[in-house]
């Protein structure tokens, strides 16, 4: 039997920075140092390029950026393998990622999920563990930091890529295990999103991991394998969030895996970065009520139907919001929107059939993929 261990989004940012670059595993871990050494790997993501100098790119959003000493903190905590596959691994573009890989190699920590072009992107990393071959495979929406067939950047969510590679390659895998950095921050689970980890799952994986929402997603037993629909920050303390109500809860995910393609899963809980430095298990009446109200919600999200009702509250209450997005709405049109009076009385229902049409049509949105990767910014957001 093979102990994984699987922690989300490592960021060696705020007051965590300096712990990071002197490499203080115990204020960075405190009583998680035990259990992330005790595994046969543990994984993470990280959630920021390391860089020697910063060369930031244009994108919307936070750019992160860490000194390369701060991968030895990471080494000597136990952290065997890094995720590169999210929406911050080309914040510093090109040289932000090859800095990051070398990082990372030297402190002897492997890499998945990003590399020099597609191919080496989407390469899933492979090992053995007690005798059983172990795939991670990680990939990331579509954002500001995703790789193509001639530019380095992040492996993509595409089915197509994912199908090909388990035919090809799953029958040589005792177990495989999807990293997803996607669904939306501090959101309540998509209908797509659960439909797309279930499929995963009928592929034949043995979990799939939602790594990119900052808050407690919850969990489901699906047939054979194990969805997490976001198990929050491992050590994140990022100014902007601290006030978002989950942000400092996260959980590890444990898979002891079986042959015969068996496992079992343990959700392991914790605050982080409250207070600051790093990250402290949870215990006693705390880690009692985290469970029970873990309990509650792995209901809600088990179930399609309660999934696509919460989400549909939860877009009746965005849904100008999102409209202003789309339509490239500064501050005060922002404003006027809130009760959807621009879309009403300027922008009105032709036009708005017309942008439906442009988003939500496969191919028009490809177009407007293309156009943008290709005429307005090359990948990793920087301008043509």
Not at 14 to 43: Q, T
Not at 154 to 164: E, G, K, S, T
Not at 232 to 261: C, T, W
Not at 294 to 299: E, F, I, K, P
């Amino acid at each position: 039997m093979a102990s994984l261990l699987i922690g989300a989004d490592v960021c060696p940012i705020g007051e965590n920075r300096r712990y990071f670059e002197m490499a203080d595993v115990d204020a960075l871990f405190h009583d998680l140092v035990p259990l992330l050494r005790s595994a046969d790997l543990v994984v993470a993501n990280l959630e920021c390029p390391l860089i020697e100098r910063p060369s930031p790119i244009r994108k919307t959003g936070p750019v992160f950026g860490a000194s390369p000493a701060c991968a030895e903190a990471l080494r000597k905590a136990g952290i065997g393998l890094l995720s590169l596959a999210n929406n911050h691994i080309l914040d510093h573009g090109v040289a932000g990622l090859r800095s990051t890989l070398e990082a990372c190699r030297k402190a002897g920590i492997a890499t998945v999920g990003a590399g020099e072009n597609l191919a080496e992107a989407a390469r899933p990393y492979v090992c053995e563990l007690q005798g059983l071959r172990v795939a991670i495979v990680a990939m990331a929406e579509r954002e500001f930091s995703i790789a193509d067939a001639r530019a380095a950047g992040a492996n993509p969510l595409d089915l197509i890529a994912l199908v090909q590679t388990v035919r090809d390659q799953a029958g040589n895998w005792d177990h495989w295990i999807v990293l997803y950095h996607g669904a939306a921050e501090f959101r309540p689970v998509t209908p797509q999103v659960q439909r797309l980890c279930r499929f995963m799952i009928d592929l034949g994986a043995t979990a799939v991991i939602v790594q990119h929402p900052h808050a407690l997603g919850g969990w489901e037993r699906y047939r054979h394998g194990y969805i997490v629909y976001g198990q929050g920050a491992l050590v994140m303390d990022e100014e902007i969030y601290r006030s978002k109500p989950g942000f400092h809860e996260g959980f590890l995910v444990r898979l002891e895996l079986q042959p015969n393609r068996e496992a079992m899963m343990e959700c392991i809980p914790f605050r982080q970065s409250k207070p600051p430095p790093g990250t402290r298990l949870l215990h006693g009446a705390e880690a009692e009520e985290w469970r029970q109200r873990m309990a509650q919600r792995n209901v809600l999200v088990s179930d399609p139907a309660l999934v696509e009702a919460e989400w549909l509250r939860f877009c009746d209450e965005a849904k100008h919001d999102a409209v202003s997005g789309v339509l490239g709405h500064g501050r005060l049109l922002r404003w006027l929107n809130r009760k959807g009076w621009v879309e009403r009385f300027w922008v009105g229902e032709k036009r708005l059939r017309g942008v439906r049409n442009m988003v939500l049509c496969e191919t028009h949105r490809e177009l407007l993929q293309t156009v943008f990767d290709r005429w307005w910014f090359r990948p990793g957001g920087t301008p043509v």
